[in-house]
């Protein structure tokens, strides 16, 4: 079984401030690591997505993440953000491999509320 | 723009009606997903079809009934629905995984449903 623990609800920030929005899975097998935005009355887009390889992920917008396996975390980060990357953001893992593959679990979403 | 199409956008109906949601894509994806999202929670997987066969079911109730007519479309039809299934649906679409490793999740903008 599979988990993930996006271990804020809610990240108030300045406009042109950096912020990182922590991301925790939990797996017993290899996974593969994605973050989704959620603009209000939308589905969901993809920002970014980790497989393999090197592990800071660059991603739409501006944003990026960093896997990191001892910590099993995949947290994403801005440098300086903008009045409308306001909107919910979720993380989520796939199994890499085997019939469950395709199959994403959400963690619990977290909104980012970008002020002027 | 989102590359999947979902019809009606928002949708009203009481407890002993029928009704579909419809959703469409025309990516060449073989894999389409049925999602349902309650208020401030994340995504929940309901069915997955790929190459047009039901694949995973997570034990949703009968009231709900997915059907794939073709590669770019796929409807859940509705029946004898209870005021808590009133719920985002969201469809979404991706390569076959057997063509690629973690092939992303494409969603729509949902149906907004409301059962009164």
């Known amino acids: 079984a599979q988990s993930v623990t996006q271990l804020d609800s809610q990240v108030p920030v300045f406009e042109e401030a950096p912020v990182e929005l922590r991301c925790n899975y939990s797996?017993?097998?290899?996974?593969?690591l994605f973050w989704y935005v959620q603009y209000p009355n939308q589905g969901l887009q993809l920002l970014l997505k980790y497989l393999s390889g090197s592990t800071l992920v660059k991603g739409i917008n501006g944003f990026e993440a960093e896997f990191n396996k001892s910590q099993t975390s995949f947290h994403l980060r801005k440098p300086s953000v903008h009045i409308s990357d306001t909107a919910e953001y979720f993380c989520?893992?796939?199994?890499?491999?085997?019939?469950?593959?395709?199959?994403?679990?959400f963690g619990q979403g977290t909104i980012l509320t970008v002020h002027p | 723009d989102t590359e999947v199409t979902q019809t009606p956008k928002h949708l009203v109906m009481g407890m002993t009606n029928k009704k579909s949601l419809k959703c469409e894509q025309h990516m060449g994806h073989r894999a389409m997903y049925w999602y349902k999202q309650k208020a401030k929670k994340p995504p929940e997987l309901m069915f997955v079809?790929?190459?047009?066969?039901?694949?995973i079911n997570e034990s949703v109730p009968s009231r709900f009934s997915p059907e794939c007519p073709n590669s770019s479309l796929l409807n859940l039809h509705l029946h004898a629905l209870q005021p808590e299934d009133s719920a985002l649906y969201l469809c979404a679409s991706s390569q076959d995984p057997g063509q690629g490793p973690g092939s992303p999740l494409h969603f729509g903008n949902g149906t907004r449903l409301t059962v009164t």
């Open positions: 797996s017993s097998v290899s996974v593969y």
């Open positions: 989520a893992v796939s199994n890499a491999g085997g019939t469950s593959y395709g199959k994403l679990t």
């Open positions: 079809y790929s190459y047009e066969k039901l694949s």
